[in-house]
C-alpha cells in the first residue's frame, strides 16, 4: 500500500463539456458515463486485487480502511462528489480478477457541476497539469480479426438444448447460458474512441471502464443515495430494427410473448427478494416496460425501496448478485448447470461493475454488453447470455445472443 499520509482534495473546475468529446493526453485508468455525465479517472493512487466469497465484504473493508487514513479537503460539500474507488467482480466466488481502483485524478461532470479531485501523498506538489486537454478529440479506426472457436454455435445450441431438457425436467425453472467470441488487433485498441462510441450510441446505458474491462451495459444492478435504493432488472429480449414500425410490433410482441414475460418473472423476484433483506416499503411495478435501445430491446423493471439497516452500496451489490437475470433459478441450480454446460470462464462479465464513495453511496451495474481487453489491449473477450426456461428454442436464443453481441462487435470495428 502507498504511504498512509496522503491528501484528497476536491474543487470545482470549468473548461470541460463532454468527458467522452475532449481529446484527454493520457487514456483514463476508470470510466462511468451515462447520458453524457459521470466520471473518468486517471493515475492509480492506489488497487486491490480480491478473491473467493468474501470478495465484496473485502473489497468494502479496504475502501474504507484507505479513505479513513486520508485527509478530505472537499470545496464542495456536495453529495456524490469527491474521491470514489471504482470496483469491478467476477462471476464467480474462484475465478480471479475482481479489482478495486483509486484513481490519482478524478474528473466529474453531473447538473452543470465539473469538479476535479486530487490524491496527493505527502511531499507531493498539486498535481494541477496530470490531465491535459487537447482538441479535437481524434478518430481511430479498429481492424479486427473475430474468432468463436472458445464455444461454437453449434455446441453453444446443443448446451442450450441439454440446459432446457433439464428444466423441463423440473430441475430448475431457469438457466442463463454465456458466450465469447474472441478477437485479435492489428494494434492497439483505441480507448477514447471507443468509449467515446459507446456512450454516443447508448446514451441510455453505463458506459464503464475498469482494469482493461470495458462495455455499456443497460442493467443497473443497485444504485444507493442516501436511503434511497434504485435496481433495474432487465430480462426478456428482442432485436430492434432500422424500421420504427417493426422496432413496435417487435416490442408488443415481446410484451405478450410467455417465454420471455417468464423469464422477466424470475429475475424481478430474485432481486425484490434479495432487496427485502435490507430495505422498506419496496414498489415493484406489475407489469414490465420496454426498454429500446440502438439494437435491442428489453423487458425492464424498475425497483424502488428505502434503506432499512445502512447497508452500503457495495454490500447491496453482494447481496444482489448473481440475480436470475444472469445466473438462473434457483440459483444454486443454475449455478452447477452453468459450470457443467458453458464450458467457459466469464471472468468479471456478468459481475457487479461501478463505484463506491466515502458515504457508502455508489452505484453498480451489470457487466453485460462489454469486452475484457488483453494487457497490450490487442485482444479481446466479448460475452453474451441468454436466459432459458422450459420452452427456449436454440436456434433463437442463438440469435439473440448474436444481437446481443452487436453492441460490442461494432463499438471495436466490425462493419455491420
Same mark, same amino acid.
Given at each position: ?16 463539456? =463532454?468527458?467522452?468529446?475532449? /481529446?484527454? $493526453?493520457?487514456?483514463? !485508468? &476508470?470510466?462511468? *458515463?451515462?447520458? @453524457? #455525465? ?113 464455444? =461454437?454455435?453449434?455446441?453453444? /445450441?446443443? $448446451?442450450?438444448?441439454? !440446459? &432446457?431438457?433439464? *428444466?423441463?425436467? @423440473? #430441475? ?113 411495478? =406489475? ?130
Amino acid at each position: 500500500m502507498p504511504p498512509t499520509a496522503r491528501l484528497i482534495r476536491t474543487r470545482a473546475m470549468n473548461g470541460i463539456e =463532454s468527458l467522452t468529446d475532449t /481529446q484527454w $493526453a493520457t487514456d483514463p !485508468s &476508470v470510466a462511468w *458515463i451515462r447520458r @453524457g #455525465e459521470g466520471m473518468m479517472g486517471w493515475g492509480v493512487a492506489a488497487q486491490a486485487n480480491f478473491r473467493g466469497a468474501e470478495r465484496f465484504s473485502r473489497a468494502q473493508r479496504w475502501v474504507s480502511d484507505w479513505l479513513a487514513q486520508c485527509r478530505i479537503h472537499d470545496d464542495l460539500g456536495i453529495p456524490r462528489t469527491g474521491m470514489m474507488a471504482f470496483a469491478s467482480f467476477t462471476f464467480t466466488d474462484d475465478s480471479y480478477g475482481s479489482t478495486v481502483v483509486i484513481p490519482r485524478t478524478l474528473i466529474g461532470v453531473r447538473d452543470g457541476l465539473r469538479w476535479r479531485t486530487e490524491v496527493t501523498f505527502d511531499g507531493e506538489p498539486d498535481n494541477d497539469d496530470a490531465v491535459v486537454v487537447e482538441h479535437p478529440q481524434t478518430k481511430a479506426e479498429t481492424h479486427a480479426t473475430w474468432h468463436d472457436e472458445t464455444a =461454437s454455435s453449434a455446441a453453444w /445450441q446443443a $448446451a442450450v438444448g441439454e !440446459s &432446457v431438457k433439464r *428444466i423441463a425436467a @423440473g #430441475e430448475l425453472d431457469k438457466v442463463v447460458l454465456a458466450r465469447e467470441v474472441r478477437a485479435d488487433f492489428a494494434q492497439p485498441v483505441a480507448l477514447q474512441p471507443l468509449l467515446r462510441r459507446l456512450a454516443e450510441r447508448y446514451p441510455q446505458c453505463w458506459t464503464f471502464y475498469v482494469d482493461g474491462l470495458v462495455g455499456a451495459t443497460p442493467e443497473l444492478l443497485v444504485r444507493r443515495q442516501r436511503d434511497q435504493v434504485t435496481s433495474r432488472v432487465l430480462a426478456g429480449s428482442v432485436a430492434a430494427s432500422s424500421s420504427d414500425q417493426q422496432t413496435d410490433e417487435n416490442a408488443k410482441a415481446l410484451q405478450s410473448s410467455s417465454k420471455n414475460l417468464l423469464e422477466h418473472e424470475y429475475a424481478v423476484r430474485s432481486v425484490a427478494h434479495a432487496l427485502a433483506v435490507h430495505c422498506t416499503d419496496l414498489d415493484v411495478p =406489475s407489469a414490465p416496460s420496454v426498454l429500446q435501445l440502438a439494437n435491442v430491446q428489453h423487458l425492464a423493471t424498475d425497483i424502488r425501496a428505502n434503506l432499512a439497516d445502512g447497508s452500503s452500496a457495495l454490500a447491496l451489490a453482494a447481496s444482489l448478485h448473481p440475480t436470475a437475470a444472469v445466473c438462473g433459478t434457483p440459483t444454486e441450480r443454475a449455478r452447477l448447470v452453468i459450470r457443467e454446460l458453458e464450458g467457459i470462464d466469464r471472468g468479471r462479465y456478468s459481475g457487479p461493475v461501478g463505484w463506491i464513495d466515502g458515504n457508502s453511496d455508489g452505484e453498480f451495474a451489470i457487466a453485460l454488453r462489454c469486452a475484457q481487453l488483453g494487457p497490450d489491449a490487442r485482444t479481446a473477450r466479448l460475452f453474451a447470455g441468454c436466459g432459458l426456461v422450459a420452452d427456449s428454442d436454440a436456434e433463437a436464443e442463438l440469435a439473440e445472443s448474436e444481437t446481443k453481441l452487436q453492441a460490442m462487435r461494432w463499438a471495436l470495428g466490425e462493419r455491420q
